[in-house]
């Protein structure tokens, strides 16, 4: 959500760091969830198809 919002309103200049313990778990937290491989691996068939229509505008 964060990089739409960076999108939409441009890009930061910069951010806060932080090293915080709880924000870093949480940080991890995320990213274990999202995974490292492409998102449509973890979307159902139904879902990809529809993407694939709307992106070929006969949705």
């Given at each position: 959500m964060?990089?739409?919002g960076?999108?939409?309103?441009g890009?930061?200049?910069?951010?806060?760091?932080?090293?915080?313990?709880?924000v870093?778990?949480?940080?991890?937290?995320?990213?274990?969830?999202?995974?490292?491989?492409?998102?449509?691996?973890?979307?159902?068939?139904?879902?990809?198809?529809?993407?694939?229509?709307?992106?070929?505008?006969?949705r």
């Open positions: 964060q990089l739409i960076w999108i939409e309103a890009r930061p200049d910069g951010w806060d760091v932080s090293f915080e313990p709880e870093r778990a949480q940080v991890q937290q995320w990213i274990d969830k999202a995974g490292t491989g492409p998102g449509h691996e973890r979307m159902s068939s139904e879902m990809v198809a529809a993407g694939r229509e709307e992106v070929a505008g006969t």
